[in-house]
């Protein structure tokens, strides 16, 4: 139904700014939410930051508050995560997905989503 594509990780240091992408194709009528996941090493995969279809509503992790922006560009139909102050505990494959189900609560779970992307490394050092 949809197809992501992720793009813009990469290695930083401790305090350096990444701006990630993720371009969708392919049928979206759907889709109510979009979102970036991370999966740091030996951790179990968790929603980073969300954002509702229309883009009104967004909701980030406590951990990523106030350094990460996920935000839309309608015309595009492209996700982009903004990620400022990185730390080395943000290092993680981050992978885009498209679910059903708006949250208004922002919990998401990753079986909330049935389409993703193939992820991409982002490496913090210090």
């Known amino acids: 139904q949809v197809s992501l594509e992720e793009s813009g990780g990469g290695a930083v240091q401790a305090g350096d700014s990444l701006r990630l992408s993720c371009a969708a194709s392919?049928?979206?009528?759907?889709?109510?939410?979009m979102a970036w996941f991370r999966q740091r090493p030996g951790k179990e995969r968790e929603v980073a930051a969300a954002?509702?279809?229309?883009?009104?509503?967004?909701h980030y992790r406590d951990s990523v508050k106030g350094r990460f922006t996920i935000s839309r560009d309608n015309a595009m139909n492209t996700v982009y995560l903004q990620m400022n102050s990185l730390k080395p505990e943000d290092t993680a494959v981050y992978y885009c997905?498209?679910?059903?189900?708006?949250?208004?609560?922002?919990?998401?779970?990753?079986?909330?989503?049935?389409?993703w992307g193939q992820g991409t490394q982002v490496t913090v050092s210090s």
């Open positions: 392919g049928r979206s009528f759907n889709v109510h939410v």
């Open positions: 954002i509702s279809w229309s883009g009104e509503s967004t």
């Open positions: 997905a498209a679910g059903l189900k708006f949250r208004l609560s922002g919990d998401y779970e990753e079986t909330d989503f049935d389409s």
